[in-house]
């Protein structure tokens, strides 16, 4: 009989583990590196996560860094949705350089991590049908997503 309890007990606990990974939102680590947005609507401030999504982060950062979003737009809000960045290819106010053309033709993979989240305040890269399509396109979350979740990848 005890050694039936304490099977019990430890099916119980290994259950209610195994619904904590599930239920609950991982919260990775941001890296150092902030970028700021200037919008009409103010100022968005964002970081990244480079252990979920280490090659959408260099990409993003380097498009970044090159300019690319420069003269770009929200094309789309959707209240406690997303707010949707357009892509730098056919967004933008201004044409790409070479440099700049280049990168954001790029195309980046599918990057998703068990346990982390589509909720409030993170970034999700945009993508075609094939979830391997993600150019430069990415929404900031108004609310929570969690049909997102291991469909589209979350990079800030």
């Not at 979920?52 to 929200?74: C, D, E, K, R």
């Not at 700049?100 to 409030?120: R, T, W």
Request: glycine share 8%; charged share 20%.
């Amino acid at each position: 009989m005890r050694l039936l309890q304490h099977d019990s007990s430890r099916t119980l606990l290994l259950l209610l583990s195994m619904w904590c990974c599930c239920c609950i939102s991982l919260d990775p680590a941001l890296s150092d590196e902030r970028v700021v947005f200037q919008t009409n609507w103010g100022d968005v401030e964002f970081g990244f996560y480079p252990d979920v999504a280490p090659v959408t982060v260099q990409h993003i950062f380097q498009l970044i860094t090159l300019g690319g979003y420069t003269g770009n737009h929200i094309f789309r809000v959707d209240k406690g949705f997303v707010a949707q960045v357009a892509d730098v290819n056919g967004g933008r106010t201004y044409p790409l350089d070479s440099k700049q053309q280049a990168e954001a033709n790029k195309k980046v993979p599918l990057e998703v991590k068990e346990g982390v989240k589509h909720v409030e305040g993170v970034l999700s890269m945009g993508r075609y049908d094939d979830p391997n399509s993600g150019t430069s396109s990415f929404s900031f979350l108004l609310g929570s997503a969690p049909h997102l979740d291991m469909k589209y990848t979350i990079f800030g």
